[in-house]
């Protein structure tokens, strides 16, 4: 598949439906910058965008990533090919998302974190003071600090699943 070509393509119908990138975008609910990243084959449109280009204009998806019109018999040829390129050609597999988004909330919840870390410090120091032994302290506050992080580390995946598989309220 070349994404150059598919992109020409794309550029060629917006430009027969009298479509400016900004007005396409805002129809597709997209920037303009990304209808222009599409058609100059930078990125190409993500599955969902595909369905939507490929109702706006009539066309199936098979003839977008191709780049062309296709007629029947070229239709059945090119529409095993276009679905393994599109595949080997993701952007990102389900690990990079992951990674993604993980990274994004912890850079989001650091001083959460920071805040756990402290009161867990200030509640070990206090036991320890308060003369309670210190095996008792060091269980305790382990224990204290395997909750926060179970908690915090099912919050996070959570936030991943949902960005990843669209479940965002």
Request: proline content about 1%; cysteine-free; overall charge negative.
């Amino acid at each position: 598949m070349d994404m150059v070509k598919m992109g020409s393509f794309l550029a060629e119908l917006r430009k027969e439906h009298e479509l400016t990138q900004a007005e396409l975008g805002e129809k597709l609910g997209v920037t303009n910058k990304t209808v222009s990243r599409w058609e100059t084959g930078n990125y190409m449109p993500p599955v969902e965008m595909l369905e939507e280009l490929s109702n706006f204009y009539g066309l199936t998806i098979n003839e977008l990533l191709s780049g062309r019109k296709l007629s029947t018999e070229e239709f059945k040829e090119m529409a095993e090919t276009n679905i393994k390129e599109t595949l080997d050609s993701s952007v990102f597999s389900l690990k990079d998302k992951q990674e993604f988004f993980k990274k994004k909330w912890l850079k989001d919840h650091i001083a959460l974190m920071v805040v756990f870390v402290v009161a867990w410090l200030f509640l070990v120091i206090t036991l320890s003071i308060k003369g309670i032994e210190v095996y008792l302290v060091g269980a305790i506050g382990g224990f204290i600090a395997m909750l926060m992080y179970e908690m915090l580390h099912n919050q996070m995946m959570i936030y991943v699943e949902n960005n990843i598989y669209g479940r965002i309220k």
